[in-house]
């Protein structure tokens, strides 16, 4: 079982370096529960990304300082 401990916690501590640039102690200072929070999409809370108006309005208001 550690080994599946182990392996498990290599690969998120990877995973969250890579996604959110954190750091080691970032990873090992945050418990299970929100680390589960942060990898779990609720149903029908699925990201559809953004629309083209939506990506618009961002590069305009970029743009615009």
């Known amino acids: 079982m550690s080994q599946t401990l182990a392996t498990s916690a290599l690969f998120l501590a ?3 370096t890579r996604m959110f640039g954190w750091k080691p102690d970032d990873f090992w200072n945050v418990t299970p529960a ?4 942060i990898f779990t999409i609720e149903e029908g809370q699925a990201d ?12 305009e208001r970029d743009a615009n300082g």
Do not use: D, S
């Not at 929100?34 to 929070?37: S, V």
């Not at 559809?48 to 590069?59: K, Q, S, Y």
């Open 14 to 16: 990877g995973l969250t």
């Open 34 to 37: 929100e680390l589960t929070a």
């Open 48 to 59: 559809t990304g953004l629309n083209r108006n939506e990506l618009e309005a961002l590069l």
